[in-house]
């Protein structure tokens, strides 16, 4: 099937969306706080 962007959005794929942010937003604070942790050794 083609991807048709003239179809509207299903609630199954605003709940998939919505996970896929979550996700990414776990990663990027566990990034940060790796990075602030090991900055934190380097400055004490």
Known sequence: ???DRN???TK???ADILE???DVETRL???FYGYAKT???RVL
């Open 12 to 14: 199954g794929d605003v």
């Open 20 to 22: 896929t942010l979550r």
């Open 39 to 41: 900055n934190d050794k």
């Open 7 to 9: 179809v509207p959005a």
């Open 29 to 31: 604070l566990n990034a």
């Open 1 to 3: 099937m083609e991807n």
